[in-house]
Protein backbone atom coordinates (compact mmCIF):
# COMPACT_ATOMS: atom_id res chain seq x y z
CA UNK A 1 0.00 0.00 0.00
CA UNK A 2 1.22 3.35 -0.51
CA UNK A 3 1.88 5.86 2.57
CA UNK A 4 -0.89 8.15 3.39
CA UNK A 5 1.37 11.56 3.91
CA UNK A 6 0.59 12.67 7.44
CA UNK A 7 -1.25 9.57 8.24
CA UNK A 8 0.46 8.50 11.61
CA UNK A 9 0.24 11.86 13.28
CA UNK A 10 -2.11 11.50 16.56
CA UNK A 11 -5.31 13.93 15.98
CA UNK A 12 -4.54 16.88 18.39
CA UNK A 13 -9.05 16.24 18.57
CA UNK A 14 -8.44 12.81 20.07
CA UNK A 15 -8.04 13.43 24.03
CA UNK A 16 -9.71 10.28 24.76
CA UNK A 17 -6.40 8.48 25.39
CA UNK A 18 -5.52 10.42 28.49
CA UNK A 19 -7.51 10.07 31.88
CA UNK A 20 -11.22 11.48 31.81
CA UNK A 21 -10.74 15.35 32.29
CA UNK A 22 -12.84 17.00 34.86
CA UNK A 23 -14.04 20.33 34.67
CA UNK A 24 -11.60 23.09 36.23
CA UNK A 25 -13.53 25.58 38.37
CA UNK A 26 -11.83 28.81 39.49
CA UNK A 27 -12.09 30.75 42.17
CA UNK A 28 -11.36 34.50 43.32
CA UNK A 29 -9.55 36.42 41.01
CA UNK A 30 -8.40 33.97 38.82
CA UNK A 31 -11.88 33.78 37.80
CA UNK A 32 -12.98 37.09 37.80
CA UNK A 33 -9.29 37.16 35.34
CA UNK A 34 -10.70 34.33 33.26
CA UNK A 35 -13.65 35.75 32.37
CA UNK A 36 -12.51 38.95 31.61
CA UNK A 37 -12.00 37.86 27.94
CA UNK A 38 -8.75 37.38 27.26
CA UNK A 39 -8.22 34.59 30.40
CA UNK A 40 -11.16 32.93 28.84
CA UNK A 41 -9.31 32.33 25.34
CA UNK A 42 -6.46 31.46 27.39
CA UNK A 43 -8.84 28.82 29.14
CA UNK A 44 -9.84 27.71 25.59
CA UNK A 45 -6.67 27.45 24.50
CA UNK A 46 -5.33 25.15 27.73
CA UNK A 47 -8.46 23.28 27.42
CA UNK A 48 -9.60 23.69 30.76
CA UNK A 49 -13.20 23.22 30.75
CA UNK A 50 -13.27 20.43 27.59
CA UNK A 51 -15.11 17.63 28.61
CA UNK A 52 -13.19 15.23 26.15
CA UNK A 53 -12.53 12.03 27.89
CA UNK A 54 -15.66 12.07 29.63
CA UNK A 55 -18.74 8.98 29.14
CA UNK A 56 -21.76 10.16 26.37
CA UNK A 57 -24.22 8.48 24.35
CA UNK A 58 -25.55 9.41 21.00
CA UNK A 59 -29.02 11.25 20.88
CA UNK A 60 -32.12 9.17 21.11
CA UNK A 61 -30.84 5.63 21.37
CA UNK A 62 -29.61 6.05 24.87
CA UNK A 63 -31.49 9.39 26.00
CA UNK A 64 -34.54 10.08 27.76
CA UNK A 65 -34.80 13.21 27.20
CA UNK A 66 -35.28 13.08 23.51
CA UNK A 67 -38.36 11.23 23.54
CA UNK A 68 -39.94 13.07 26.91
CA UNK A 69 -40.55 9.60 28.63
CA UNK A 70 -38.68 7.46 31.24
CA UNK A 71 -37.00 5.17 28.52
CA UNK A 72 -35.23 6.88 25.77
CA UNK A 73 -36.49 7.43 22.24
CA UNK A 74 -36.34 4.01 20.65
CA UNK A 75 -35.20 2.43 23.86
CA UNK A 76 -38.51 0.61 24.41
CA UNK A 77 -37.74 -0.94 20.79
CA UNK A 78 -34.44 -2.04 21.70
CA UNK A 79 -33.94 -5.18 19.23
CA UNK A 80 -37.39 -4.76 17.33
CA UNK A 81 -37.40 -4.68 13.76
CA UNK A 82 -39.93 -2.92 12.12
CA UNK A 83 -39.52 -3.55 7.95
CA UNK A 84 -36.39 -2.62 6.99
CA UNK A 85 -35.18 -0.81 10.39
CA UNK A 86 -33.32 -2.40 12.83
CA UNK A 87 -33.81 -1.03 16.40
CA UNK A 88 -30.17 -1.24 18.69
CA UNK A 89 -29.75 -4.89 20.06
CA UNK A 90 -27.51 -4.09 22.75
CA UNK A 91 -25.16 -4.51 24.65
CA UNK A 92 -24.64 -1.01 25.15
CA UNK A 93 -21.07 -0.20 23.97
CA UNK A 94 -19.08 2.22 26.52
CA UNK A 95 -18.74 5.56 24.78
CA UNK A 96 -15.94 8.52 25.85
CA UNK A 97 -16.22 12.14 23.89
CA UNK A 98 -13.56 12.04 21.70
CA UNK A 99 -14.76 15.30 20.42
CA UNK A 100 -17.52 17.70 20.03
CA UNK A 101 -17.90 20.03 16.92
CA UNK A 102 -19.54 23.59 16.62
CA UNK A 103 -22.72 22.58 15.24
CA UNK A 104 -23.07 20.51 19.10
CA UNK A 105 -22.65 17.23 17.31
CA UNK A 106 -20.35 14.78 18.80
CA UNK A 107 -17.31 11.72 18.03
CA UNK A 108 -17.58 9.09 20.56
CA UNK A 109 -14.84 6.44 21.13
CA UNK A 110 -14.75 3.25 22.17
CA UNK A 111 -13.02 -0.43 22.33
CA UNK A 112 -14.42 -3.15 20.89
CA UNK A 113 -13.44 -6.76 20.97
CA UNK A 114 -14.66 -8.75 18.25
CA UNK A 115 -16.51 -11.70 19.27
CA UNK A 116 -15.88 -12.80 15.87
CA UNK A 117 -12.60 -12.02 15.04
CA UNK A 118 -11.14 -12.16 18.38
CA UNK A 119 -9.42 -8.57 17.65
CA UNK A 120 -10.03 -5.81 19.79
CA UNK A 121 -9.33 -2.35 18.31
CA UNK A 122 -10.42 1.20 18.86
CA UNK A 123 -13.66 2.55 17.14
CA UNK A 124 -14.77 6.00 16.52
CA UNK A 125 -18.73 7.41 15.44
CA UNK A 126 -20.20 10.33 14.63
CA UNK A 127 -24.02 10.70 14.00
CA UNK A 128 -25.53 13.65 12.36
CA UNK A 129 -27.78 16.11 14.27
CA UNK A 130 -30.92 14.56 12.37
CA UNK A 131 -30.38 11.41 14.26
CA UNK A 132 -31.65 13.03 17.82
CA UNK A 133 -34.23 14.52 16.11
CA UNK A 134 -37.74 13.44 17.25
CA UNK A 135 -39.10 13.56 13.72
CA UNK A 136 -36.58 10.73 12.91
CA UNK A 137 -36.75 8.54 16.44
CA UNK A 138 -38.50 5.55 14.84
CA UNK A 139 -36.33 5.59 11.62
CA UNK A 140 -33.08 4.02 10.53
CA UNK A 141 -30.06 5.79 9.38
CA UNK A 142 -27.42 4.74 6.71
CA UNK A 143 -24.22 3.21 7.52
CA UNK A 144 -20.85 5.33 6.12
CA UNK A 145 -17.95 3.33 7.12
CA UNK A 146 -15.13 5.39 6.79
CA UNK A 147 -11.31 4.16 6.91
CA UNK A 148 -8.19 5.74 6.82
CA UNK A 149 -4.79 5.40 4.77
CA UNK A 150 -1.33 3.98 6.09
CA UNK A 151 -1.64 1.83 8.32
CA UNK A 152 -4.85 3.03 10.22
CA UNK A 153 -3.43 2.35 13.96
CA UNK A 154 -3.42 2.98 16.16
CA UNK A 155 -6.07 6.07 15.52
CA UNK A 156 -8.01 6.44 12.23
CA UNK A 157 -7.47 9.98 10.79
CA UNK A 158 -11.35 10.82 9.64
CA UNK A 159 -12.08 10.79 13.53
CA UNK A 160 -10.95 14.12 13.88
CA UNK A 161 -12.37 17.67 12.55
CA UNK A 162 -9.10 18.77 10.84
CA UNK A 163 -10.37 16.65 7.39
CA UNK A 164 -13.83 18.01 7.64
CA UNK A 165 -15.36 14.81 6.91
CA UNK A 166 -18.14 15.29 9.53
CA UNK A 167 -18.38 19.03 7.94
CA UNK A 168 -18.86 17.73 4.65
CA UNK A 169 -21.85 15.66 5.55
CA UNK A 170 -23.81 18.20 7.58
CA UNK A 171 -23.30 20.92 4.46
CA UNK A 172 -24.53 18.53 2.30
CA UNK A 173 -27.08 17.69 4.01
CA UNK A 174 -28.03 21.52 4.47
CA UNK A 175 -27.75 21.52 1.03
CA UNK A 176 -29.69 18.73 0.08
CA UNK A 177 -26.99 17.12 -1.73
CA UNK A 178 -26.24 14.25 1.19
CA UNK A 179 -27.85 12.06 3.33
CA UNK A 180 -27.70 12.32 7.17
CA UNK A 181 -25.01 9.23 7.46
CA UNK A 182 -23.73 7.71 10.81
CA UNK A 183 -20.29 7.83 10.22
CA UNK A 184 -17.99 5.19 11.83
CA UNK A 185 -14.21 5.06 12.12
CA UNK A 186 -12.70 1.78 12.81
CA UNK A 187 -8.91 0.92 13.49
CA UNK A 188 -7.89 -1.06 9.77
CA UNK A 189 -4.94 -2.67 11.07
CA UNK A 190 -3.67 -4.59 14.36
CA UNK A 191 -0.38 -3.08 14.54
CA UNK A 192 2.14 0.14 12.68
CA UNK A 193 4.37 -3.29 11.37
CA UNK A 194 2.08 -4.16 8.27
CA UNK A 195 -0.55 -3.88 6.02
CA UNK A 196 -3.28 -6.76 6.31
CA UNK A 197 -5.02 -5.76 3.49
CA UNK A 198 -8.10 -5.91 5.58
CA UNK A 199 -8.47 -9.34 5.51
CA UNK A 200 -8.21 -12.71 7.41
CA UNK A 201 -4.54 -13.41 6.55
CA UNK A 202 -3.89 -16.81 7.45
CA UNK A 203 -1.46 -16.91 10.78
CA UNK A 204 -2.42 -13.36 11.62
CA UNK A 205 -5.12 -11.42 13.22
CA UNK A 206 -8.65 -11.77 11.18
CA UNK A 207 -9.36 -7.86 10.19
CA UNK A 208 -11.38 -8.66 7.18
CA UNK A 209 -13.85 -10.77 9.82
CA UNK A 210 -12.98 -7.69 12.06
CA UNK A 211 -14.56 -5.09 9.32
CA UNK A 212 -17.53 -7.23 7.58
CA UNK A 213 -18.86 -8.68 10.26
CA UNK A 214 -17.57 -7.18 13.86
CA UNK A 215 -17.86 -3.29 13.04
CA UNK A 216 -21.46 -3.71 11.66
CA UNK A 217 -22.42 -5.70 14.48
CA UNK A 218 -21.54 -3.57 16.60
CA UNK A 219 -23.69 -0.57 14.88
CA UNK A 220 -26.48 -2.47 14.88
CA UNK A 221 -26.23 -3.28 18.14
CA UNK A 222 -25.95 0.43 19.33
CA UNK A 223 -27.59 2.56 16.60
CA UNK A 224 -30.86 2.36 14.43
CA UNK A 225 -30.07 1.12 11.27
CA UNK A 226 -31.15 -0.40 8.22
CA UNK A 227 -31.40 -4.10 7.67
CA UNK A 228 -30.62 -4.21 4.36
CA UNK A 229 -27.81 -3.81 2.28
CA UNK A 230 -29.36 -0.48 1.63
CA UNK A 231 -28.45 1.78 3.86
CA UNK A 232 -24.56 0.06 4.17
CA UNK A 233 -21.25 1.26 2.26
CA UNK A 234 -17.66 2.52 3.05
CA UNK A 235 -15.43 5.19 2.42
CA UNK A 236 -11.79 5.11 2.35
CA UNK A 237 -8.58 6.69 1.04
CA UNK A 238 -5.75 4.84 -0.14
CA UNK A 239 -5.03 1.64 1.95
CA UNK A 240 -8.42 2.23 3.41
CA UNK A 241 -9.95 2.44 -0.23
CA UNK A 242 -8.52 -0.79 -0.81
CA UNK A 243 -10.14 -2.02 2.13
CA UNK A 244 -13.60 -0.48 1.84
CA UNK A 245 -13.32 -1.79 -2.18
CA UNK A 246 -12.45 -5.31 -1.24
CA UNK A 247 -15.07 -5.52 1.32
CA UNK A 248 -17.61 -4.20 -0.83
CA UNK A 249 -16.95 -6.63 -3.44
CA UNK A 250 -16.72 -9.52 -1.07
CA UNK A 251 -19.63 -9.35 0.59
CA UNK A 252 -22.22 -7.67 -1.94
CA UNK A 253 -25.02 -8.88 -0.04
CA UNK A 254 -24.28 -6.87 2.82
CA UNK A 255 -22.93 -3.75 1.35
CA UNK A 256 -24.02 -2.06 -1.05
CA UNK A 257 -20.93 0.99 -2.35
CA UNK A 258 -18.20 2.77 -1.45
CA UNK A 259 -15.97 5.57 -2.11
CA UNK A 260 -12.42 4.54 -3.29
CA UNK A 261 -10.14 7.07 -2.88
CA UNK A 262 -6.82 6.66 -4.36
CA UNK A 263 -6.66 2.72 -3.91
CA UNK A 264 -4.87 0.26 -4.73
CA UNK A 265 -6.83 -2.68 -6.71
CA UNK A 266 -5.03 -5.28 -5.85
CA UNK A 267 -3.85 -7.01 -2.56
CA UNK A 268 -0.01 -6.28 -1.73
CA UNK A 269 0.68 -7.49 2.33
CA UNK A 270 3.89 -9.56 2.38
CA UNK A 271 2.00 -11.70 4.47
CA UNK A 272 0.42 -13.11 1.84
CA UNK A 273 3.35 -15.20 1.33
CA UNK A 274 2.72 -18.84 0.98
CA UNK A 275 -1.48 -18.37 1.04
CA UNK A 276 -1.93 -17.48 -2.98
CA UNK A 277 -5.25 -19.01 -2.51
CA UNK A 278 -6.06 -16.88 0.24
CA UNK A 279 -4.81 -14.29 -1.13
CA UNK A 280 -6.52 -14.56 -4.63
CA UNK A 281 -10.18 -14.65 -2.40
CA UNK A 282 -9.29 -11.39 -1.01
CA UNK A 283 -8.07 -9.79 -4.53
CA UNK A 284 -11.17 -7.02 -5.61
CA UNK A 285 -10.16 -7.96 -9.47
CA UNK A 286 -10.75 -11.51 -9.12
CA UNK A 287 -13.93 -10.98 -6.30
CA UNK A 288 -15.55 -8.46 -9.25
CA UNK A 289 -14.83 -11.00 -12.22
CA UNK A 290 -16.97 -13.48 -10.25
CA UNK A 291 -19.42 -10.79 -9.11
CA UNK A 292 -19.84 -10.39 -12.74
CA UNK A 293 -19.96 -14.38 -13.70
CA UNK A 294 -23.02 -15.31 -11.54
CA UNK A 295 -24.77 -11.74 -12.49
CA UNK A 296 -24.67 -9.54 -9.76
CA UNK A 297 -26.01 -8.56 -7.13
CA UNK A 298 -25.33 -4.99 -8.12
CA UNK A 299 -22.49 -2.74 -6.08
CA UNK A 300 -21.69 0.46 -7.11
CA UNK A 301 -17.97 1.86 -7.22
CA UNK A 302 -17.18 5.27 -7.16
CA UNK A 303 -13.30 5.90 -7.67
CA UNK A 304 -11.57 9.56 -6.55
CA UNK A 305 -8.41 10.21 -7.72
CA UNK A 306 -6.24 13.66 -7.75
CA UNK A 307 -4.63 14.58 -10.81
CA UNK A 308 -1.46 15.39 -8.84
CA UNK A 309 -1.02 11.91 -7.65
CA UNK A 310 -0.32 8.98 -9.49
CA UNK A 311 -2.57 5.56 -9.57
CA UNK A 312 -4.89 6.40 -12.27
CA UNK A 313 -3.38 3.83 -14.26
CA UNK A 314 -4.84 1.00 -12.17
CA UNK A 315 -8.16 2.33 -11.51
CA UNK A 316 -9.01 3.35 -15.16
CA UNK A 317 -7.65 -0.29 -15.11
CA UNK A 318 -10.12 -1.75 -12.84
CA UNK A 319 -12.51 0.27 -14.64
CA UNK A 320 -11.81 -0.92 -17.92
CA UNK A 321 -11.86 -4.61 -17.14
CA UNK A 322 -14.50 -5.08 -14.74
CA UNK A 323 -16.52 -2.14 -14.42
CA UNK A 324 -19.65 -3.85 -16.38
CA UNK A 325 -22.67 -5.81 -15.22
CA UNK A 326 -23.70 -5.88 -11.71
CA UNK A 327 -20.63 -3.56 -10.95
CA UNK A 328 -21.36 0.03 -11.45
CA UNK A 329 -18.41 2.31 -11.92
CA UNK A 330 -18.00 5.95 -11.92
CA UNK A 331 -14.34 8.03 -11.39
CA UNK A 332 -14.35 11.42 -10.01
CA UNK A 333 -11.34 13.19 -10.70
CA UNK A 334 -9.98 15.59 -8.40
CA UNK A 335 -8.29 18.89 -10.37
CA UNK A 336 -5.26 19.55 -8.10
CA UNK A 337 -5.82 16.89 -5.80
CA UNK A 338 -2.94 14.96 -4.50
CA UNK A 339 -3.15 11.64 -2.16
CA UNK A 340 -4.16 13.15 0.79
CA UNK A 341 -7.55 13.29 2.72
CA UNK A 342 -8.92 17.21 2.76
CA UNK A 343 -8.67 17.11 -1.22
CA UNK A 344 -10.53 13.64 -1.12
CA UNK A 345 -12.99 14.65 0.80
CA UNK A 346 -13.24 18.30 -1.37
CA UNK A 347 -14.06 15.46 -3.97
CA UNK A 348 -16.74 13.84 -1.78
CA UNK A 349 -18.18 17.69 -1.64
CA UNK A 350 -17.95 18.26 -5.23
CA UNK A 351 -20.13 15.03 -6.02
CA UNK A 352 -19.04 11.95 -4.57
CA UNK A 353 -21.50 12.51 -1.54
CA UNK A 354 -24.37 13.59 -3.75
CA UNK A 355 -23.39 10.11 -5.93
CA UNK A 356 -23.37 7.99 -2.77
CA UNK A 357 -26.42 9.47 -1.22
CA UNK A 358 -28.57 8.43 -4.60
CA UNK A 359 -26.78 5.19 -4.54
CA UNK A 360 -28.59 4.29 -0.56
CA UNK A 361 -31.57 4.92 1.56
CA UNK A 362 -32.07 7.70 4.01
CA UNK A 363 -34.31 8.08 6.86
CA UNK A 364 -37.97 8.62 7.15
CA UNK A 365 -39.35 11.19 9.11
CA UNK A 366 -42.28 10.28 10.81
CA UNK A 367 -44.76 11.80 13.72
CA UNK A 368 -42.42 13.02 16.86
CA UNK A 369 -42.11 10.66 19.53
CA UNK A 370 -44.06 11.37 22.57
CA UNK A 371 -44.75 10.01 25.94
CA UNK A 372 -47.48 7.80 24.78
CA UNK A 373 -45.37 6.11 22.45
Aim: charged share 20%; glycine share 14%; net charge positive.
Amino acid sequence: MQQYPGDERPDPSDRTSARPRRRVWLAGAVAVTVLAGAGTAVAQRLDLFSDNGEPMSFGSVHSAAAAGTGKGAGHGDTGRVVGDVSFPTGPEARFVRATRLADGTEIGKTTLAGAKSGFTGNVWVWTPKEYSEPRYARSAFPVLIALPGGHGYPTNYWMGTGLGLQKAVSDGVAAGTSLPFILVMPVINPDKKFYYDGADIPGHPKMGTWMAEDVPDFVKANFRTYRSRDGWAFMGSSSGGFVGLKTVVQHPERFKAVIASGPDTAPDSPLWKGHRAAMDANNPEKLAQKLIDRKGPDIYVNFQIGTMESGKAKVDRFVRNWGRGPVHTTVRVIQGGGHNGKDYVRGMKEGSLEWISKVLKGPVAGPPVTSAG
